[in-house]
């Protein structure tokens, strides 16, 4: 049994009331995920991998309990929780957390570093005190003269320490961290992610890295999954995904993270046009309007999971 | 000008950063927040300028079009395009040069585009100066939507920003500028605010239109990958100055300086071999109230040595053509 | 520029600089601190009784016994206008704070209760303020009769929609807020949400614009006051001393200077105060920030 189990899951969104849907002849509602399946386990680091309307922060969002999935199952340590009550979740919160994207506007603005930091112990019943405040900060290397401070003091790196001690307050057993280097220079980024690191290696906290950013996936994550349009196109060991990219997506996607080197110009898969509204998929593969080896093929038919070893894609024709 | 020996810099450039110093005036003390920047911009070549928050590339970039925020004041030096000096302009020379010889693209489409008036109005209005018929200024405005490849150009003249995606929108920025066929396109960070994938697209769209239309280009990201895929020259900032600077080649292949090394060490792009350590640079940026005295990396550079301390070091050539603010790179002391 | 992680001087210190830069914010604090302590000491400063006739000649000008001269039935004009303004912060105090807190009340509610009673609500606001102040003032005092409760709920009914408004509007923003998503994502129950995390959010620009709105009130209550529909003579209301040196103009200036200069500094003195409150609050409009 994996730490955390999702099966099939689906997630709507409503676009407009049901009313002038119908007066207008369109959908209400669109599917913003479709159908994902992944598990990770204790101790392990999974990369969800998608540019913006993938469906990967609808996800996270699910997953934390903001939003309520339309359908398939979540499995937290066994027990299936996509329709937990409120004091189930009050529970579950204690054991995930989540690491958000904005480093300084995911604080409260007016409250201090110390009372952030200590928030979740207090929610949970526990004494927050000025001990647990430079404890926290301790635990990611912020002097405890940081406590008297407001959000707007800090720098970009220095507000995303605080939001790695919020998240890891509570000893949780899952961290979502959505875009954990986003707004950060690139000097800082690698502290964040050593951070991480020490701390998972330290807790086994079993972590899900959400992020565009496919040079960060690579060093932190242990399996990795790219999502088109609320699906995963391709699935498996982080490893493997980058030795050999078997979707035209995902290798696009890796040509778009070039190596800085003005000799490679040029050698670039450079997509054409932009990712379709999933109000109105394409037929097919969602893919192929972009797909620079789209074949006849697939504008008609839509392609499967088609599983391959410890890893999987969805492509008719892989690379 | 005695900095001016940049191996390819033969030709006239078309604009010359002389010396250049701005300070920002704050209620917690004056900010230096641009040094005595020395920085060409060859005629048709695109001009990279990296570095990280608060380095001043963004600075730079506003001086260059007259866009200081209110609080700033150019304190010395001059920026040299043509007869002008671009640090003492006043508004009204100003209005002659931007939109005609100068123009800039920004990092929020959104927030660059009037959010209440249509595309196509807005791309007849900043053709107020010329003298033509509103049918052939639509027809240029569509003509311009097309050259930045925006599908079914004429029919987006009468769509309003909110209408299209981010990446439309920065095309939309792009084809307005370069409507006025500038010399001088700035773009300030450009692509941050895009998807990876759009991210190339808008690069490798900068890159075909600056060689049609033969303009000169101010790149300024603290992305390296992009710059590398787009730039001809680089300068890489740091706490307000220029550390280094010359071809995009000499400097990501053969890099001098200890920040610019420390830079392209810590993009995770360069890692081949995924690693659970990834490299950083310990410390923070020094307070430009009070620079200090020698070099501004000293506290962070895993070089540095006495005389970073005492010395302010100048822009020494470097191996492969570049220029390098850096003591290592001083001639003097290979000979000792 | 990187100076965020500067430390920020205290709020005190934040004050004084702002108001050592600012001469009319520094105008607005003084005449607010005199005319607010004036009004809370009335009673122990006046010179006379406010209300007793004939402490002087009738019609008398300025002199060292009557520093503003004397009234057509000899009563002290500068007692009268002490005491008229306790009066007037006296309907200010009260009506701006049952707006404020009926406003944050009912904007929280909208910004955060379901699409429907937003709804609602926002209509019941929209034909409340639909209203002419003074003709629905009116109208009230017809019904319940003149007096100073009167005046207190005329202003209250017609300032809370618009902080209501103000309010919804803040919450809304702040409702998808990403540190308000991540404190409900922590668990964070509804009450420390709302008083810990969006109410002191809301709370700063309500507050400035309460004491901008204070002249207002008090140029309603004297409107109301002068049309004989808010506080009843001899209670000295500004309005009051106004319609009192009104109808003898042309034997005296001095009751009609009395009763309007006051509200001229009180508007100055309050506004002045609110600009200056903004740029202490807020520093995000602070120029050169």
Known sequence: ?319 | MATHATATATEEPLVAVEGLSVDFDTPRGTIQALRDIDLTVPKGKVLGIVGESGCGKSTLAYSLIGLLAENARVAGGAIRMGEHDLARLGAAGWRDLRGTRVAMIFQDPMTALNPVTTIGQQMLDIQYRDRISRSEKRARAVEFLEQVQIPDAASKLDAYPHQLSGGMRQRVCIAMALLTQPDLLIADEPTTALDATLEMQIVALLRELQQKFGCSVVFVSHHLGTVAELCDDVAVMYAGEVVERGSARSLFHDPQHPYTQALLDCDPARIKIATRTLPTIPGTLPDLRQPPRGCAFRARCPHAWGRCEREHPPLYPGAAGQRVRCHLSDPAEDAA | MTDAALPEPTLLARSLRVLSGNRTGALGFVLVALIVGSAILAPWIVPYDPAAIMVGPRMAPPSAEHWLGTDNIGRDIFSRVIAGGRIAMLVAAASLSAALTAGLALGLVAGLGPRWLDNLLLLILDALRSFPVIVFGLAVVTILGPSLFTVVLVVTITSVPIYARIVRTQTLALKNAEFILAERAMGVGMPRLLFIHVLPNVLGPLLILASMDVPLVIATEAGLSFLGMGVRPPTPSWGVILNDGYNFIRNSPWPVIGGSVPIILVTLGFTFMGEALRDIFDPKLRKGG
């Open chain 1, 1 to 319: 049994m994996s730490l955390l189990e999702v099966a099939d899951l689906r997630i709507r969104y409503a676009r407009q009331g049901r009313l002038r849907a119908t007066l207008r002849r369109e959908p209400h509602d669109f599917e913003a995920v479709s159908g994902v399946s992944f598990q990770i386990d204790a101790g392990q680091t999974l990369g969800l991998v998608g540019e913006s309307g993938s469906g990967k922060s609808t996800i996270a969002r699910t997953l934390i309990g903001l939003k309520k999935p339309t359908s398939g199952s979540i499995r937290f340590e066994g027990q299936e929780i996509s329709a937990a009550s409120n004091r189930e979740w009050s529970r579950l919160r204690r054991q995930m957390s989540m690491m958000w994207q904005d480093p300084v506007g995911s604080l409260s603005p007016r409250l201090t570093v110390g009372s952030l930091v200590t928030e979740p112990l207090r929610i949970h019943g526990r004494k927050g005190d000025r001990a647990e405040a430079e404890r926290l900060l301790g635990l990611v290397g912020l002097p405890a003269e940081f406590i008297s401070r407001y959000p707007h003091q800090l720098s970009g790196g220095q507000a995303r320490r605080v939001g790695v001690a919020r998240a890891l307050a509570l000893d949780p057993k899952l961290l979502i961290a959505d875009e954990p280097t986003a707004g950060l220079d690139m000097s800082v980024q690698g502290e964040v992610l050593n951070l991480l690191n020490d701390v998972q290696k330290r807790t086994r906290v079993a972590v899900l890295v959400i992020t565009h950013n496919l040079n960060l996936v690579r060093h932190v994550t242990d399996r990795m999954a790219i999502m088109y349009l609320g699906r995963f196109v391709e699935e498996g060991p982080t490893a493997r995904i980058f030795e050999h990219a078997r979707h035209p997506y995902t290798e696009a996607l890796l040509s778009a993270n070039p190596e800085p080197d003005p000799d490679a110009r040029g050698d670039r898969v450079t997509l054409a046009g932009e990712v379709p509204s999933p109000v109105n998929r394409p037929s097919g593969c969602d893919f192929h309007p972009r797909c620079p080896w789209a074949r006849p093929d697939c504008s008609v038919r839509v392609p499967e999971r088609y599983p391959e070893g410890g890893r999987s894609h969805r492509c008719l024709f892989p690379l």
